[in-house]
């Protein structure tokens, strides 16, 4: 298995691609800290992970659930910390969670872009400059952008440049990674099935169209994330790697 007894932070892991890309690192012998903000939900995504994953071996250390709000750097760095007391150590991240704000520029607000941008963003940044001091040469990690940083849409531009920068930041943390052996790189996913899809107002409203043909699954996105974040991935580098079906070709 690729990631036996490898350790991996997962951002946003009680549900979505987050909680897909967490069940795939374990369902490969990884071992994953579930870090979310609600703390009852990353809980039960750690016990889910532990009764499928684990397969006898040691269930109770298959999966830990933390309560971590990404947008504040203790709360980040005591995450980390978390994992290299529990597991000793730390071989791949994955910075998942985001949020969006539906409004017009001419609506947006400050509170609104800082809220955005210190999840969206600097969230990814106080993971990797901490993770950076305790990963060991051939550790990953996986920044998760959104074809929003390419292509975008009405009423999102909070969420996307905060996207867009994130594969800025990806770029930089990959050159900075390279002399450690850490490697760093972005997946941009298109259209997945999760609430944060459905629930979109520009969706509801048809100011954006979702063809079914070109709707993800969280599995999709995690197969993807797992790939970077992988030995196959070796010569992958500040990569930003799309996975959206095809729909953007088509744009």
Known sequence: ???????????????????????????????????????????????????????????????????????????????????????????????????????????????????????????????????????KKGSAIVNVSSIHAIETTPNVASYAAAKAALVSLTRSAAIEGKPLGIRVNAVLPGAVDTPMLWDNPNIKAGLETINNADVGKPEDIAAAIAYLASDDAEFVQGAAVRADGGRLDRL
């Open 1 to 135: 298995m690729r990631f036996q007894d490898k350790v991996a932070i997962v951002t946003g892991a009680a549900s979505g691609i987050g909680l897909a890309t967490a069940k795939r690192l374990a369902s490969e012998g990884c071992r994953v800290v579930i870090a979310d903000l609600d703390l009852d939900k990353a809980n039960a995504a750690a016990d889910e992970i532990a009764r499928a994953g684990a397969q006898g071996a040691q269930p109770a250390r298959r999966a830990l659930a933390v309560q971590c709000d990404v947008s504040k750097e203790d709360q980040v760095a005591s995450t980390v910390q978390t994992a290299m007391g529990k597991f000793g150590r730390l071989d791949v991240v994955v910075n998942n969670a985001g949020l969006m704000v539906f409004k017009p520029i001419t609506e947006h607000t400050e509170d609104d872009w800082l809220k955005i941008l210190h999840v969206d963003l600097l969230g990814g940044f106080f993971f990797i400059k901490h993770a950076f001091g305790v990963m």
